[in-house]
């Protein structure tokens, strides 16, 4: 069966699965994940990130992309010199992302289903699960 194939379109659990992706991708680096927590200090610009991390202006405006890309970092020109662009994140972004990961990672969304195969042809569990 083919992931594409697991919902249906229009499904509200695919649509916030995908969601979920594409915000675990765009964490899914060292530096990221170490962009956002220099950004719960507060705002940054560029060239403070980059003096934090030890990473070259380039590769950060790369990794700063990406996160703005899925909404967890804002980007706004400085109130009085444009030349400087402040990087923040977006708290609403924030609490999605909790939220879903939330979702999916509960221990008490953990249910009692058991294979057919462990079922006896009552419905009773087998010996197999007993273990």
């Not at 675990?24 to 719960?40: E, S, T, V, Y």
């Amino acid at each position: 069966m083919a992931a594409e194939s697991l919902y249906e379109v229009d499904d509200p659990d695919r649509l916030m699965d995908r969601r979920l992706l594409e915000l675990l991708k765009a964490m899914g680096d060292h530096r990221r994940l170490a962009i956002l927590r220099l950004l719960q200090d507060g705002t940054y610009c560029n060239c403070e990130l980059g003096q934090e991390l030890g990473v070259a202006p380039n590769l950060i405006s790369h990794h700063l992309k990406v996160l703005r890309e899925v909404g967890l970092v804002r980007a706004e020109r400085h109130p009085t010199d444009a030349r400087w662009i402040l990087y923040s994140l977006d708290r609403d972004v924030l609490d999605e992302a909790r939220a879903l990961c939330a979702g999916l990672l509960d221990p008490a969304l953990i249910g009692q289903r058991m294979p057919v195969s462990c079922q006896t042809d009552d419905g009773a569990a087998c010996a197999c699960t007993a273990r």
